[in-house]
């Protein structure tokens, strides 16, 4: 599928077809993307746990339903628990920029040396984030979200449909000996969509797209071009918005056929 079209069909899909199950392959592709995502200070904070939905334990899986996201959980074949290694920048201490220094990465022209790292790169940016949880805490999660963000889209490129939903660590915590320092971030629900790529349409959003783009200064919207709407919406990232026709119908017969309340 061609990028663009890949962003395009990405959706929430929360209606899974419990009994479809999902191929390994593509449950593999999915952590390839998350594998070569973008990854800061080259720390490694990723970390995910893959479980079968029909291999967790009935209480366990019952223990982690939430309101919001009981039937995500329930519906879907398979799911993947990403969590940020709390621990990745100081148990390493520069090492892996050292690598990529080594690897030609990190080149002399940027000031870049093993020497920089240790005297530079360590006490004054690297420590002191180590020292200060909070901001260690968003770096990291940030950085697991631009992995679990390619880990997405590649489900949805597989034909695929995902959704990333809040889960009760504990649950998981107990059964599969996760960490202490490993900080539980978003389950990531996947299987095949029940109502197909569409799943009622394009999402609304709470903001116009000039009051989240600004330019220049944070009072000047970004200057949306009409043109550029028309050329995505014909190369289909842009695409049309919900409700879809019909999808009051489609929802009914959706949830008879998963036993769901309509």
Same mark, same amino acid.
């Given at each position: 599928?061609?990028?663009? /079209? ?16 999902? =191929?390994?392959?593509?449950? /593999? #592709? ?9 990854? %800061?200070?080259? $720390? ?37 628990? *990403? ?9 390493t201490k520069g090492q892996p920029l050292k690598d990529?220094? +080594? %690897?030609?990465?990190?080149t002399p022209s940027h000031g870049w040396s093993h ?8 006490? *004054? ?20 979200? #631009? ?5 997405? &889209? %590649?489900?949805?490129? /597989? ?6 939903? $809040? ?31 569409? +799943? ?31 050329? &995505? ?16 119908? =489609? ?12």
């Amino acid at each position: 599928m061609e990028f663009k /079209q890949v962003i395009g069909r990405r959706r929430s899909i929360r209606h899974f077809l419990p009994w479809k199950p999902v =191929e390994r392959e593509k449950i /593999q #592709v999915m952590l390839e993307a998350a594998y070569q995502s973008s990854c %800061a200070v080259n $720390a490694s904070f990723l970390q995910v746990i893959v479980i079968e939905r029909d291999k967790l334990p009935k209480e366990t899986l019952e223990s982690l339903k939430t309101p919001v996201s009981a039937n995500n959980i329930e519906l879907a074949p398979v799911h993947l628990y *990403f969590y940020a290694d709390m621990q990745a920048i100081e148990r390493t201490k520069g090492q892996p920029l050292k690598d990529l220094v +080594d %690897a030609g990465v990190l080149t002399p022209s940027h000031g870049w040396s093993h020497k920089f790292v240790d005297e530079i790169v360590w006490p *004054f940016i690297l420590e002191p984030i180590v020292n200060d949880p909070p901001r260690y805490r968003i770096n990291a999660a940030f950085d697991c979200g #631009v992995a679990a963000c390619q880990a997405l &889209l %590649a489900a949805f490129d /597989q034909g695929l449909g995902a959704c990333l939903s $809040a889960f009760l660590p504990e649950p998981i915590r107990e059964l599969c000996h996760v960490p202490d320092h490993w900080m539980p971030l978003w389950l990531l629900a996947v299987g095949y969509p029940a109502a197909g790529w569409e +799943d009622g349409g394009r999402r609304p959003r709470p903001k116009k797209f000039g009051e989240q783009f600004c330019e220049g200064d944070a009072k000047t919207p970004f200057r949306r071009d009409p043109e550029v709407v028309k050329r &995505l919406e014909a190369e289909g990232m842009i695409t049309p918005p919900a409700p879809t026709p019909g999808r009051k119908q =489609e929802l009914r017969g959706i949830s008879r056929m998963l036993g769901l309340p309509e």
